[in-house]
């Protein structure tokens, strides 16, 4: 299953963010945050203890199930009266579940994280970013890797000089996508698939923001 | 317009190509020395384009000076930092200013620089620059439309004879020269066997090939760039011959390298030229050229 992959802002940022507020309420999510264990409720209890050692009142806190879908009406009942006395909300779930709390609360939300990619956990403790959504797949002629997402400078016609035994030129714990790529095509008998010369990229394809009626 | 670089290239001479790098601020007088000092002594001068991804001069305005000074300017344009519609642009700009050379280039990373937070752009690679080079000559920009005057250049790109793996950048360089380049200035050979073994591949396509050759200055600055630089590899024996080197004689030793390697190159017919980077010190590219019998 692909997660959003989300990291804790600094201290300072939080601290920063949260200057004007003397009340919060802390919210995690059950689902990607926890499992990156940037959100769930060992987080946000630690997030709690934190606020409180700075002088803050914390006047409660929830893990919802799954933040980037609205709060069910049961929870907004039973967190009333604690999300009432805030004055301001600490989000501890990536980018969407924050939005969707915002537009449900008429308070200050705060994101305590930041979002990094969409991506999937390739080994334990190990996250890759997959697809950047672009609009404009190629990976037909990738064999199956995407060049976009997975070659830090999102080139669609092969390496480039920067690449080192088959590593990043920005850091060696980063594959080079294009030689992955190689590799692949070679494996298939499809290396005429790199050879052919590609255009350069729509980056249109759905022009931001997306916004589409299906049906 | 006529590109005095094309006219070496295709005469047959073996090419000599050198670097200018414009500077960090205003202050010309340093390239201009280096600018004055090369001239008349190399083919053409690249000029690069906010190399290692440090902000500096821009290529463009480096070149035109290169230009005003008589010299014969190679533009060096990464896709780093400008989209299509920049390097279109530029490239307009240039050829209506009688720079007719360009080198086209992915660029570096901007996370490599001095500028780790600014975005990378990377709209075109440094293939698609080179065919998009080739579309304006015929009148048509990438949107299609047609141009009111066109341009003119002698178009390449580079290549790294010693990756590993190779082949991936084998195929690069088969779709570079498919996009029009005419012109191949490698990155950095040492081990000039093995760069035969390159040529032996290389010549079945028309482009023209030039071998880089890096100046070494000192044991640690080759052993720096076996660690950090992508595709170059310094062999160990030459690494040796740099540390045997006398106090204070590193760098003439380098020079007494770059020009046997040139000699041989030159001697062998291997290549069709050399294209010298002094990185920094380029006041000692006469002195290469005279240790590899160019002058």
Redesign the interface.
């Known amino acids: 299953m692909i997660r959003s992959i989300t990291r804790q802002k600094s201290e300072e940022e939080i601290d920063r963010l949260l200057s004007g507020s003397q009340r919060i309420f802390v919210i995690g999510c059950g689902t990607c945050v926890t499992l990156t264990h940037t959100g769930g409720m060992p987080e946000v209890e630690s997030m709690k203890e934190k606020l409180s050692l700075k002088g803050k009142l914390v006047t409660g806190l929830t893990v919802l199930p799954v933040a980037c879908d609205h709060m069910t009406g049961e929870i907004l009942a039973e967190y009333a009266g604690q999300m009432n006395q805030a004055d301001a909300f600490l989000i501890m779930t990536c980018a969407f579940g924050v939005q969707t709390i915002a537009r449900q609360l008429k308070k200050m939300v705060v994101p305590a994280l930041d979002t990094l990619f969409i991506g999937k956990e390739t080994a334990p403790g190990r996250f890759d970013e997959v697809c950047t959504q672009c609009g404009t797949c190629i990976i037909g002629e990738t064999g199956g890797i995407c060049p976009v997402t997975s070659c830090?400078?999102?080139?669609?016609?092969?390496?480039?000089?920067?690449?080192?035994?088959?590593k990043c030129?920005?850091d060696e714990e980063k594959d080079c996508a294009?030689?992955l790529i190689?590799n692949r095509l070679?494996e298939l008998g499809r290396?005429d698939s790199?050879?052919v010369?590609?255009?350069?990229?729509n980056?249109q394809g759905e022009p931001s923001p997306g916004k589409i009626r299906l049906g | 317009m006529v590109s005095l670089f094309k006219e070496a290239l295709d005469s047959g001479k073996f090419v000599v190509t050198s670097e200018v790098a414009p500077p960090k601020g205003t202050n010309l007088e340093k390239m201009r020395h280096h600018v004055e000092l090369l001239k008349d002594k190399v083919d053409g001068m690249n000029v690069t384009d906010h190399q290692s991804s440090v902000m500096r001069f821009p290529s463009l305005g480096g070149a035109l000076l290169v230009k005003e000074m008589g010299g014969e300017p190679i533009l060096q344009m990464t896709c780093r930092d400008r989209n299509r519609m920049a390097l279109q642009a530029d490239l307009l700009f240039a050829s209506s200013r009688g720079i007719n050379n360009v080198l086209c280039l992915t660029g570096d990373s901007i996370v490599l620089g001095d500028h780790k937070e600014a975005k990378g752009v990377f709209d075109l690679d440094s293939s698609q620059l080179l065919a998009t080079v080739r579309r304006l000559e015929k009148g048509k920009d990438l949107g299609k439309s047609d141009l009111d005057g066109t341009v003119s250049f002698c178009a390449g790109a580079i290549v790294t004879p010693e990756a590993n793996p190779l082949e991936p950048q084998l195929i690069k360089f088969e779709k570079k020269v498919e996009a029009g380049a005419e012109f191949i200035q490698t990155q950095a050979v040492y081990d000039l066997d093995h760069f035969k073994e390159f040529m032996d591949y290389a010549r079945q396509f028309p482009v023209k090939i030039l071998a880089g050759v890096i100046l070494l200055t000192s044991a640690p600055m080759a052993r720096f760039m076996n660690k950090n630089v992508a595709g170059v590899s310094v062999p160990k024996d030459l690494i040796e011959e740099m540390a045997s080197a006398p106090k204070g004689g590193a760098v003439g030793k380098g020079i007494e390298i770059a020009g046997r390697m040139i000699n041989r190159i030159r001697n062998e017919r291997m290549c069709d030229g050399v294209h010298i980077m002094a990185i920094g010190r380029e006041e000692l590219v006469p002195d290469i050229m005279k240790a590899g019998g160019l002058l």
């Open positions: 830090h400078k999102g080139l669609v016609n092969g390496p480039c000089g920067g690449t080192n035994n088959g030129e920005i294009w030689t190689y070679k290396l790199m050879r010369l590609q255009k350069p990229r980056h």
